[in-house]
């Protein structure tokens, strides 16, 4: 826990490194965080699904499932999750490619290929094929890469983003002894 805090202490600072650790366990603690509200958004869903199924009826209104999710408060505290998070989640992304020496403005690769996808899947999906499989491979080599990138050792030393927050190979100060 003390890495996904350690990230909202430094919530948008997009300078210096960010350890693999650190990382990993914000995204895996956001991702937990996230379903556990998607979960209690969709729940109700669920429910209304499973009694019209129940009760013997084929179709359920449309109009009805709308309400259901606009009247459920999961909605809007995951939406604001997902605010108060989204700063904090670039820049412990932009500190992650520091650490491997890349710059921060990949940051927008892996971010807009993710919104780029998201955009496809409603546009795209049913209209035309070849360009919603083509979005759907860059996002897909885009997930591969940035995955390459996050799960990368952290480079030796120091290099032009700051020290190794590890301290492997960080140079140490040495008191110079005097004898006398």
């Known amino acids: 826990m003390k890495w996904y805090f350690k990230c909202f202490k430094q919530y948008a600072d997009f300078s ?6 650190e990382y990993w366990w914000f995204m895996t603690i956001n991702f937990i965080i996230s379903m556990v509200l998607v979960f209690g958004w969709l729940t109700p869903i669920f429910k209304l699904g499973y009694n019209s199924a129940a ?10 499932i709308m309400l259901t999710m606009i009247k459920n408060p999961f909605l809007y505290i995951y939406l604001l999750y997902y605010l108060a998070i989204l700063i904090p989640s670039i820049a ?25 996808g998201s955009i496809s899947q409603y546009t795209l999906q049913n209209t035309n094929t070849i360009a919603y499989i083509t ?5 897909f080599v885009i997930i591969i890469i940035s995955l390459v990138w996050m799960f990368t050792n952290s480079d030796y030393g120091p290099n032009q ?11 140490t100060e040495e008191v110079p002894t005097t004898t006398e």
Do not use: Q
Not at 93 to 110: C, E, M, N, P, Q
């Open 161 to 171: 983003y700051g020290p190794n927050p590890k301290g492997e190979g960080n140079p």
């Open 16 to 21: 210096g490194r960010a350890r693999r650790k």
């Open 92 to 116: 412990v992304t932009v500190r992650r490619l520091h650490d491997i020496g890349k710059s921060g403005y990949w940051a927008f690769l892996i971010y807009g290929g993710s919104f780029l």
């Open 135 to 139: 979005i759907a491979l860059i996002c």
């Open 55 to 64: 009760s013997g009826i084929e179709d359920f209104d449309e109009m009805e």
